[in-house]
């Protein structure tokens, strides 16, 4: 196999697991593939391998792809013979898709069926990775779990040496929860609005895009003791800004986005 | 917050089944009203954790169409959809009575509490009285070890190691899994233990195997172990369980209580069902 770029796309929000009328993060993703028929393997592990789920993802991805899943939960069921080499499967796709859910439960899973080890081989043979939510945590050395009671830092799979938090602007406590467990200790790292994708080649942050116009992303560190928040420059994928430069504001004005936003960004915890 | 202190080691209840229960049996309630009659409240809370499906709706419909009307305050836990709550696990593990875990995949049922901390939660439930229930998986996992498909082929599996011992399920209805225990046993990777027939419940008081029931007749256990290389065979005869009769069995219990869950079960018909 020729060796490409290590690459993950981690979704604050987004793709078909939430966005049902747009399909520019998953298009933005395959692009990234360059295969004719890619094949792509989604991971429901996260949701408990729900139905309905795996449903949407075939419902996607089958037109245009080789698709494919596996379910940890139904291995007794054998769906088609292709989990009996779980590593096999997965490091002959072009794309694995992680979805959302309980990051925890998922990687406690992931462990107990040997998949960290096969993500991560996947990941440097240049298999492309990429989630919403879960499916983005998962990548990073540290993120921030809020699926029950307070939110927490949880160990990722360390891919990528950062931290992450996802639905950056869902939850109008989120913010000041990140910047804590960063003052706290957590690494630093990158946060990401529903609907903003974080592009990693290598380690390395290439890109940030959005299928919504006013989309945002930040890299979150702490500086001498102090939680520093720069605003990313982030593409917004949808019309060309040149055809409705009405639309292309306030993706690189996120900072000034709401009077409420603005001012919590100059404050250091 | 403040936890419930250690019982004496009797007081510790478990109930292990090779299957049956809502899940499994939707028209006989004779196990799942065991279980309700293994603690001492009028009305008991009962947390389902349907973790070894992967928190299906159908489990946690089933959960609710079998606890919903009866004496009892029932909940479940999703470890996959947990967002919605504001309890700590820990919270609510420790307010309940009873602890039921469903049946699925025991690789992925441990895997996923221990990622919780639920494991250590549950063992200190179990110290302080809560009783502890479950079938297939949820079962097999709080002994040394199980005999799981969670992975395809039926394989040993450790448990939480609550209870001395290995389970084998399903032995009527999946007998695929019994050469796999006995080649284990046999061969020493395994301790001894039972092997259960669907509808089989085994009450262990602490460590001690106090009482076999089962919710049909004919269903049936064994005990095996290995003696120098040799397998060892001792059947049970599991008690069938009638409506009225568990609560008695065990004493220890209100006369007031039995009555009330005597008149509920009559108020609904129920208790004289077989499968």
């Keep these: 196999m020729p060796s490409r770029a290590p690459q993950i796309v981690a979704l604050g929000g987004g793709g078909f697991s939430t966005e049902r009328d747009g399909t520019l993060l998953d298009d933005y993703v395959l692009s990234l593939v360059g295969a004719d028929r890619p094949r792509v393997c989604f991971l429901p592990t996260a949701s408990g391998d729900a139905d309905h789920y795996v449903v949407r993802f075939y419902r996607r991805f089958s037109p245009g792809c080789e698709a494919s899943h596996v379910s940890l939960f139904r291995r007794d069921q054998g769906t088609g013979g292709l989990e009996d080499d779980l590593a096999t499967h997965l490091l002959s796709q072009d794309l694995i898709y992680v979805g959302g859910g309980n990051v925890l439960s998922m990687l406690g899973a992931w462990r107990a069926h040997g998949l960290d080890a096969i993500l991560r081989k996947a990941w440097r043979r240049g298999i492309v990775l990429c989630g919403p939510s879960a499916g983005s945590l998962c990548w990073f050395e540290q993120a921030l779990s809020a699926f029950h009671g307070a939110p927490r830092p949880v160990r990722g799979l360390g891919l990528l040496p950062y931290s992450n938090c996802v639905h950056y602007d869902a939850e109008p406590a989120r913010r000041a929860e990140y910047h804590r467990a960063v003052a706290e200790g957590m690494c630093g790292g990158f946060a990401a609005d529903d609907g903003v994708a974080l592009h990693f080649r290598g380690t390395s942050l290439a890109h940030a895009v959005s299928s919504r116009a006013n989309g945002c992303a930040y890299e979150v560190r702490a500086d001498a003791g102090k939680v520093a928040e720069r605003s990313l420059e982030v593409s917004y994928l949808g019309d060309p800004p040149t055809a409705e430069p009405k639309r292309r504001e306030p993706a690189l004005g996120c900072a000034a986005r709401t009077p409420a936003r603005a001012a919590h960004e100059r404050v250091a915890v | 917050m403040s936890r ?164 084998t399920v399903h032995a009527d209805g999946e007998p695929e899994r019994l050469p796999v225990w006995l080649a284990g046993v046999r061969s020493g990777e395994l301790p001894g233990g039972w092997a259960l027939d669907d509808g089989v419940g085994l009450l262990f008081r602490g460590k001690r195997l106090d009482r076999a029931v089962s919710s049909r007749p004919g269903a049936g256990a064994q005990r095996v172990d290995a003696i120098a290389g040799e397998l060892v065979r001792t059947r049970l005869e599991p008690e069938l369980l009638l409506g009225d009769g568990p609560a008695r069995a065990l004493g220890g219990l209100d006369e007031a209580v039995e009555e009330l869950r005597r008149v509920h079960r009559l108020r609904r018909g129920i208790g004289r069902g077989g499968n």
């Design chain 2, 4 to 167: 419930p202190p250690a019982v004496r080691i009797e007081e510790r209840l478990i109930l292990a089944m090779g299957g049956g229960g809502f899940t499994m049996e939707p028209n006989n309630p004779l196990l799942d009203d065991y279980v309700l009659s293994l603690t001492r409240r009028t009305e008991p809370r009962i947390l389902f954790l349907p973790t070894a499906s992967g928190d299906t709706t159908a489990q946690i419909n089933a959960f609710k169409a079998r606890f919903a009307h009866r004496t009892c305050v029932a909940e479940h836990v999703s470890l996959f959809r947990m967002r919605e709550s504001t309890r700590s696990l820990e919270e609510i593990v420790f307010a309940q009575d009873i602890v039921y875990a469903g049946g699925g995949s025991m690789r992925n049922l441990l895997a996923i509490w221990q990622a919780h901390g639920l494991d250590t939660l549950l063992l200190d439930a179990w110290k302080s009285g809560i009783v502890l229930a479950g079938l297939s998986a949820g079962a097999m996992c709080w002994f040394q070890a199980g005999v799981t498909r969670s992975s395809g082929p039926p394989e040993a599996l450790a448990g939480l190691g609550l209870l001395e011992g290995s389970l």
